[in-house]
């Protein structure tokens, strides 16, 4: 699996520490999706 907006790989330990978000379907990065909708996650 890959980040919707860098593309890089996810790591397993990232989906443990909570920075990684499923959002309509897709996987992303707590801070690119920061980045590309200009607002934070929620935390789980």
């Known amino acids: 699996m890959r980040c ?4 890089e790989p996810l790591e ?9 978000r499923l959002e ?9 999706f920061a980045e590309y909708f200009d607002e934070a996650l929620e935390p789980v």
Not at 4 to 7: D, H, I, K, R, S
């Open 12 to 20: 397993v330990h990232e989906f443990d520490l909570g920075s990684i």
């Open 24 to 32: 309509d379907g897709e996987y992303w990065h707590a801070d690119c």
């Open 4 to 7: 919707a907006l860098c593309n």
